[in-house]
Nanobody
């Protein structure tokens, strides 16, 4: 059984940092592209970053580029999202998702396994 568990969310002041973790079990980690998505209140879910384990390719949405850093620890089957210089606009439920192969884009339907999400709230 595949399990995806996010952690690390919380409440932080603007300008602060958080590190989200996404731990996987029940799948061969190295075969996947792992993406981070978020849904802000009243908005549609958006993809903000992904990493392809096989070749290390990394993508960031422009709104987080330079502030967020995605990384992976393959031995731990865990992906991290380091979030710095947070603003209230980053307040959202954050999800990580796994898609088989080298996906190359943040199309939700290509990510077959999803975590339950972790809440990030940034106060002014």
């Amino acid at each position: 059984e595949v399990q995806i568990v996010e952690s690390g969310g919380g409440l932080v002041q603007a300008g602060g940092s958080l590190r989200l973790s996404c731990a996987a079990s029940g799948l061969f980690f190295e075969d996947y592209t792992i993406g981070w998505f978020r849904r802000a209140p009243g908005k549609e879910r958006e993809g903000i970053s992904f990493i392809t384990i096989t070749d290390g390719y990394i993508y960031y949405k422009d709104s987080v580029k330079g502030r967020f850093t995605i990384s992976s620890d393959n031995a731990k089957k865990t992906v991290y999202l380091q979030m710095d210089q947070l603003t209230p606009e980053d307040t959202a439920q954050y999800y990580c998702a796994f898609g088989l192969g080298s996906i190359g884009r943040m199309k939700e339907s290509l990510f077959g396994f999803w975590g339950q999400g972790t809440q990030v709230t940034v106060s002014p």
